[in-house]
Structures are given as C-alpha cells and as structure tokens.
C-alpha cells in the first residue's frame, strides 16, 4: 500500500511544484488588481493616461485604502477616473477622482453609506431614462 501511495502522491507533488514555479514570475509583471472597472471604449481612446497609472495615483491620496471600483466618465466637461476606495474600518468610501488626460487629482470627497445609495439610486434613473 505504501509503494502505491507513493507512486500517486510524488508525480502530484512534483506537478503542483511546477505549476507554482511557472505562475511566480506573473507575480511581478503587473497583474490587474481585482477591482470593478466601468472603463467605455470610446472613452478610453480619448484619455492620455492608463487608468494603472491614474489608480496608483489615486491610491497615493489615500493610501491605506483599496480600490473597490473606478469608472471613466465626461464630468462638468473633463475626462476622469473615479475611483472608489475602501478604507478598512471606516464606514463609506472616499472617492478620488483623477484627470485622465493630466493624471492630476481633480477632487476627493468622503461618500457615506447613505450617500452612496442616493448615488446609486440616482444613477439607475439616468440609465432608465436614456
């Protein structure tokens, strides 16, 4: 039983191994984060910066949060990303809105909960409507 067990686990083992050894250097190639993205086609051939570098920027501003989800948008006549970001303990999320033709931050705001649902809600009007 012992011989059988062996012959069964090594080759296991030694595949597992391998698998692990070919995914490493993925690692540190730049693999998406795992984050929503709201990223129009159309609007993407117009922006100048890589919504990588516009997360990173706006993860910058603050930076124990995580991204929970970015959306790229016409905005008051400008091109942004914006980026809502999560701070672990801390209710709502702050919202970092960055150029997408400059890479500046245009503006940050604190949402509630409740402001969010209001956003939402008011964003599944204008959906319905166009």
Same mark, same amino acid.
């Given at each position: 039983?012992?011989?059988?067990?062996? @012959?069964?686990? @090594?080759? #296991?083992?030694? =595949?597992?191994?391998?698998?692990? =050894?070919? /995914?490493?250097?993925?690692?540190? *190639?730049? *693999?998406?984060?795992?984050?929503?993205?709201?990223?129009?086609?159309?609007?993407?051939? %117009? =922006?100048? @910066?890589? %919504?990588?570098?516009?997360?990173?920027? $706006?993860? /910058?501003? #603050?930076?124990?949060?995580?991204? *929970? $989800?970015?959306?790229?948008?016409?905005?008051?006549?400008?091109?942004?990303?914006?980026? %809502?970001?999560? #701070?672990?303990?801390?209710? +709502?999320?702050?919202?970092?809105?960055?150029? /997408?033709?400059? +890479?500046? @931050?245009?503006?940050? %705001?604190?949402?509630?909960? =409740?402001?969010?649902? +209001?956003?939402?809600? *008011?964003?599944?009007?204008?959906?319905?409507?166009?």
């Amino acid at each position: 039983m012992a011989y059988s067990l062996k @012959v069964f686990v @090594v080759p #296991v083992v030694v =595949a597992l191994l391998a698998a692990g =050894a070919a /995914a490493a250097p993925l690692a540190g *190639q730049g *693999q998406q984060a795992m984050y929503t993205r709201n990223l129009p086609a159309a609007l993407l051939k %117009e =922006a100048r @910066v890589r %919504e990588a570098d516009a997360a990173k920027t $706006a993860l /910058a501003r #603050v930076p124990t949060a995580h991204i *929970q $989800a970015v959306e790229l948008e016409n905005e008051n006549g400008r091109l942004i990303y914006s980026y %809502e970001l999560k #701070v672990p303990g801390r209710s +709502g999320v702050e919202e970092v809105n960055v150029n /997408a033709k400059t +890479g500046t @931050v245009v503006n940050t %705001e604190h949402e509630s909960p =409740a402001s969010e649902h +209001g956003e939402a809600k *008011q964003a599944k009007v204008k959906k319905d409507t166009t």
